[in-house]
């Protein structure tokens, strides 16, 4: 019995060892690193039935720490004639990464800010692809849909349809 427990442990060991080694070389990997992104968007509401959309660009950046997992932040602005925000923090899990592209989806918290009012915190979730153009530069399309963290109703909210020209570090 006490040398069956041994073999258990052992391959446990042995498993836990070769996890370690295995995420070490995912660390090295060339998909880790930095990156900076210009994009511009159309901004509508979710609700198809309003006649309103507008125009805003932005800066993001983020760290992916491995193939799958990433965490970036994004501020833009729409073009409209009032000062309106938007602030995002994004952890982003790639469903699929290849050479050439990889799909991912996002979510997490943010801000929106309209000049003289007070910021209210909204979450957004979204989905999207980068395509390699070369080395480190990508284009990215984008859809993400964005909501006030106290008022989550799935008609209430806006989307953003973005396209973005990004660098990797």
Known sequence: MS??????????ATALISLVVASSALA????????FELFGAR???VDTDADFHTESYGVRG??????????????????EDGDV???DLSAKAYAIHSDRFGVYALAGPGLFKVSGEDEEVMV???????INLGGRAYVRPEVRGRWLA???????????????FGWRF
Do not use: C, K
Request: hydrophobic share 40%; aromatic share 10%; net charge negative.
């Open 62 to 79: 983020g760290f992916r720490f491995t193939p799958v997992w990433a965490l970036e932040g994004a501020i833009s602005r729409l073009n």
């Open 3 to 12: 040398r069956r427990i041994h073999r258990l442990s052992m391959t446990f």
């Open 124 to 130: 957004h979730l979204g989905i999207g692809a980068e």
């Open 85 to 87: 925000w938007f602030g």
């Open 43 to 45: 901004v509508q509401p």
């Open 150 to 164: 106290d008022e989550l109703n799935a008609d209430e909210g806006l989307v953003d349809y973005s396209v973005g």
């Open 28 to 35: 090295q990997s060339g998909e880790r690193g930095a990156s």
